[in-house]
Nanobody, 125 residues
Framework: QVQLADSGGGSVQPGGSLRLSCAAS????????MAWFRQAPGKEREFVSR????????FYSDSVRGRVTISRDNAKNMLYLRMDSLKTDDTAVYYC??????????????????WGHGIQVTVSS
């Protein structure tokens, strides 16, 4: 059974930075496309970023592009999301997610089977 453990959230002032981490276990991490999603209170779950299994191809939502970097270290079974120039509308619970091998690479959360518990990120003055 694949398990994802996400960490690294917290509170930061606007313009600050955070690094989120996601540790994978119970599967072959290097086979899984991975992604980060977020959900703010009263809003639908929103795609943030995704990365292919080899860590070469990345995608970002329009709202975070230029401020966020997704990366992975397959040797350590780790996924990362580095966030800079944070804004108040970045406030949300962030989730790492993984796709089973063989599925199309997508930003649709329903195509991801493996999920972290969620990390609270709060950006406020």
């Amino acid at each position: 059974q694949v398990q994802l453990a996400d960490s690294g959230g917290g509170s930061v002032q606007p313009g600050g930075s955070l690094r989120l981490s996601c540790a994978a276990s119970g599967g072959t991490f290097s086979y899984y496309p991975m992604a980060w999603f977020r959900q703010a209170p009263g809003k639908e779950r929103e795609f943030v970023s995704r990365i292919n299994s080899r860590g070469i191809i990345t995608f970002y939502s329009d709202s975070v592009r230029g401020r966020v970097t997704i990366s992975r270290d397959n040797a350590k079974n780790m996924l990362y999301l580095r966030m800079d120039s944070l804004k108040t509308d970045d406030t949300a619970v962030y989730y790492c997610a993984g796709q089973p091998a063989g599925r199309s690479f997508t930003d649709n959360p329903f195509q991801y089977d493996y999920w972290g518990h969620g990390i609270q990120v709060t950006v406020s003055s």
